[in-house]
Every structure is written in C-alpha cells, then in structure tokens.
T-cell receptor, first 112, second 113 residues
Framework: NAGVTQTPKFQVLKTGQSMTLQCAQDMNHNSMYWYRQDPGMGLRLIYYSASEGTTDKGEVPNGYNVSRLNKREFSLRLESAAPSQTSVYFC???????????FGDGTRLSIL | GNSVTQMEGPVTLSEEAFLTINCTYTATGYPSLFWYVQYPGEGLQLLLKATKADDKGSNKGFEATYRKETTSFHLEKGSVQVSDSAVYFCARTLTDSWGKLQFGAGTQVVVTP
C-alpha cells in the first residue's frame, strides 16, 4: 500500500543549485500533480499532468519544470534554486472521475 | 474567479469541545467539495467529500454539508479529541478540470487535554 511516494523527504540547497524531486504512484492513476505549501497560503498548484505524455502549468509554474516519465512517475525540477522556493512540496495523483486526490508525505526543501 | 475561503487559525479547544471550521467557496459552476486533514509531518488525507448540493459528507465523527444557497461547506465535530489536532483544508474542484483542486489556506486546530 505505498500509494504516492516522494523522494527525498528533506533537502537543503544553496541558491543557484539544481535539484529534481521525484514522485511515483502505484495506483495506476492517470493524473498527477505537484503543489507547494507555504504558511497561510494553503496548497498552490505548480504543474500537473492529466495523462501520460502531457503536462500543463498550474498557478505558480515559474522557476520549475516537470517531466512525466511514464504513467507512474512525475518529477519536478528546480534548475536554479532561489530562496523563494523554500517550501514543502507535495505530489498527488487522482483516479477516476470524482475520486479524491492521494497525496505523498511531502518534500521539505530549504534554499539558503 | 474560483476561490476557497476558510477561517483563520489557530483554533484552540479543550478535549470534548465542539469544533466548527467555516469554509465558503465562490459559486462558479457545480464543484465537488472536500475537507482534507494534515497531521504533523504528513501529507494531506481526504477526510470527507460532497459532490452535489445538500450532500452531507461524514467520517471519523466529522461532518460537512454542501450548502449551495450559502456557498458553504463548514466542518463540524461534536466532541474533539487530542488526536484531532491537525491542519484542516477545505478544497473545491475547478470547473475547467475535474481533477484540479483549489485549496483554502488551512486552519490549524489544537486540542488540549
């Protein structure tokens, strides 16, 4: 019952470094999402992938790129990390219509 | 545009007290509505949902009713426990994509013994 798995759980970067956050789901879900969570702002959608082979921007895509590697995996990349990207990042996936999103446990990212 | 507004926290309660967390949404389309809960150090878990007007979602003693006339989906629990201490998020589906969610800012609930 792994559900949605995110790696790493914690990471500290220096400004300008690059990093890829990994996400994998084992529920055969078509759609996957990346959110960031900041105090007092709830979760904001960065990018999503409605199905394998497609990706689209969400509410706050600047500074990020994504890859839907296959149906299971959806990665988020920071090419040149900035302190404003310090946040908790959540990956989620969703199954058939009207089913809820399943979330991973998050990646806590600090950029110095 | 679409938005979800929920009451600010933290909300501090004693064990066995009654909990209400207000949530209102913009009346664009016919969204499905959700309450998610986040325990410390964990991801979000679905607590309950309602997909149409007058539906009542319930789980673990929590309830919320989809009120179209007041565009509200308030979360209630009659007698909270220390284990209910968490952050609660109200969310709605977006009209342009059934899979995408818009979240409220979250309400931290602290229950003391």
């Amino acid at each position: 019952n792994a559900g949605v798995t995110q790696t790493p759980k914690f990471q500290v970067l220096k400004t300008g470094q690059s990093m890829t956050l990994q996400c994998a789901q084992d529920m055969n879900h078509n759609s996957m999402y990346w959110y960031r969570q900041d105090p007092g702002m709830g979760l904001r959608l960065i990018y999503y992938s409605a199905s394998e082979g497609t990706t689209d921007k969400g509410e706050v895509p600047n500074g990020y790129n994504v890859s839907r590697l296959n149906k299971r995996e959806f990665s988020l990349r920071l090419e040149s990390a900035a302190p404003s990207q310090t946040s908790v990042y959540f990956c989620a996936s969703i199954g058939p219509l009207n089913q809820p999103q399943h979330f991973g446990d998050g990646t806590r990212l600090s950029i110095l | 545009g679409n938005s979800v507004t929920q009451m600010e926290g933290p909300v501090t309660l004693s064990e066995e007290a009654f909990l209400t967390i207000n949530c209102t949404y913009t009346a664009t389309g016919y969204p499905s509505l959700f309450w998610y809960v986040q325990y410390p150090g964990e991801g979000l878990q679905l607590l309950l949902k309602a997909t149409k007007a007058d539906d009542k979602g319930s789980n673990k003693g929590f309830e919320a009713t989809y009120r179209k006339e007041t565009t509200s989906f308030h979360l209630e629990k009659g007698s909270v426990q220390v284990s209910d201490s968490a952050v609660y998020f109200c969310a709605r589906t977006l009209t342009d994509s059934w899979g995408k969610l818009q979240f409220g800012a979250g309400t931290q609930v602290v229950v003391t013994p």
